[in-house]
């Protein structure tokens, strides 16, 4: 955060940078374990210059999924899965021609969409890092321990 507020920083702070490009992300063997996964998936975070946001996309490409599968036939899986789930959005896929990562900011409000074609599938969720991913996930998970609505405290508009 610091290099990023110095006025006098690196002009390749003023661009989106891809970290971790070794396949080396400190969350790989979570992600791994956590989701079931046989091998680790293809994770290549970017930081950029906005406080707030992040867009996480997982390819799925042919073979990964058992049996062939349409982008619509996975959205409907999707909304089918999170359809009692207040902070939870399912998109259309393609939702926008240029996805922003900060566009839920300020929001405990995780969208999943998928992009590309029914043949080049690309799973995503767009998140505020800071509220549905670190706080606001912590109100979540007490409010559900509490016996309250999951949403009781949390923002569910930017």
């Not at 959005?89 to 029914?118: H, K, Q, W």
């Amino acid at each position: 955060i610091a290099e990023y507020e110095n006025p006098a920083r690196d002009a390749a702070l003023d661009s989106p940078r891809a970290y971790a490009v070794g396949q080396t992300h400190k969350h790989m063997p979570e992600i791994t374990h956590v989701c079931g996964l046989s091998q680790p998936p293809i994770f290549l975070p970017l930081l950029a210059d906005y406080p707030c946001g992040m867009l996480v996309s997982l390819p799925l490409p042919p073979g990964l999924l058992k049996g062939k599968r349409t982008l619509a036939e996975l959205t409907a899986l999707y909304r089918t899965h999170y359809e009692h789930q207040s902070l939870m959005r399912v998109l259309e896929p393609n939702p926008e021609p240029f996805v922003a990562a900060n566009a839920l900011a300020g929001s405990d409000v995780m969208e999943i969409f998928l992009t590309g074609t029914d043949d080049r599938i690309i799973a995503c969720a767009r998140f505020d890092n800071l509220g549905k991913g670190a706080s606001g996930a912590a109100i979540q998970c007490m409010n559900l321990m509490m016996g309250l609505p999951a949403a009781t405290g949390l923002a569910t508009e930017p």
